[in-house]
């Protein structure tokens, strides 16, 4: 990691400010771009580009192309990150606020906890993570349930089990990516998975009919201006920013984003996307937040560095 004295500040806020409120916005834009074009092509769409253009920046640079083994284990990964989570995403977010979507999202570490808890035993169940676990899940209640008086409609509940099963395979890829040979350049590695689920994801549209369902004339500037947005500034401005910071800052601090983007993109969502604010969704977020703080904190006093295993093994192609 390099000196502090190498490095403008201006870089470091700019670096932190892109996956900060980039990231935090790209649920909004998700919101946009499915009124008007199929979700799960719109994804498939993304992420062609996206990694395209990842994957194509890296060989020009003289990076050695992955291995058949490792094509073979982004592969996998491609399935569960992007046909099975973002491929969801996309579709929930025609039934959920992208507010509420970013929230919901943020139960990843949750899901991750729980997989250690219960299927690898790699992580012992505390009183405090227990609590850690029940709060978090009481946030998805709130969210859901439709006992609470607390203004503000119960979110779908399609949508939201799309959102639940989305976040469970993003958590299972995740572990898997820390066991499955993967190109050593993080940056490689992202876009190759990137280009793989894209492919995944435009197969998927395909096979429910999005194709016959589209047409491109029809779609609106404010809809290809989110795709835009999606692509250029989520994924590869954002990534980029990403992958300088973990090599320069704390990845604790990095990995603050994870707190934040679920803020940001319930503030988007209701000043620009003109959502709800209710208690309700506010009660849910704060719950969810403290869950996820309290578990990614008492992960990271497992690990000689802290989050590295969360921010670094995770396929980092993050926010929406």
């Known amino acids: 990691m390099e000196a502090n004295i190498h490095r403008p500040t201006w870089k470091t806020l700019l670096a932190y400010a892109i996956i ?37 920046w890296m060989i020009a640079r003289g990076e050695r192309s992955p291995t058949l083994r490792q094509w073979a284990s982004a592969s996998l990964i491609a399935i569960l990150i992007f046909a099975l989570d973002y491929g969801p995403l996309f579709w929930a977010e025609q039934r959920v606020p992208s507010g509420i979507a970013a929230v919901m ?134 990534f980029t920013a990403y992958v300088w910071l973990i090599h320069h800052e704390s990845p604790t601090k990095v990995g603050t984003y994870a707190y934040v983007n679920p803020v940001v993109a319930v503030l988007a969502g209701y000043f620009v996307g003109g959502e709800s604010l209710s208690l309700r969704t506010i009660l849910g977020m704060i719950l969810i937040l403290i869950s996820v703080v309290v578990i990614t904190m008492t992960r990271a006093r497992k690990t000689a560095s802290p989050c590295l295993e969360i921010e670094e093994d995770t396929p980092e192609i993050v926010g929406s």
């Not at 649920?27 to 719109?42: C, D, H, K, N, Y």
């Open 105 to 238: 999202m943020a139960t990843i570490p949750v899901f991750m906890a729980l997989s250690e808890i219960l299927f690898l035993k790699t992580q012992a169940l505390t009183a405090r993570l227990a609590l850690a676990l029940l709060v978090g899940i009481a946030g998805v209640a709130v969210l859901m349930s439709r006992s609470f008086n607390m203004g503000g409609a119960p979110i779908d509940r399609w949508g939201a089990a799309a959102l639940i099963f989305a976040s469970i395979n993003w958590s299972i890829g995740s572990i898997l990516t820390r066991k499955l040979p993967l190109p050593t350049s993080k940056t490689m590695s992202s876009g190759v998975q990137m280009l793989v689920g894209g492919v995944w994801l435009t197969l998927e549209a395909a096979a429910l009919g999005e194709f016959r369902n589209f047409h491109p004339s029809t779609v609106s500037r404010g809809a290809w201006f989110s795709l835009l947005y999606l692509i250029v500034a989520g994924s590869i401005v954002g």
């Open 20 to 56: 900060y409120l980039v990231w935090g916005t790209t649920f909004l834009a998700i919101r946009i771009g499915v009124r008007e074009v199929p979700p799960f092509l719109l994804a498939g769409i993304r992420f062609l580009v996206a990694g395209g253009v990842l994957f194509g």
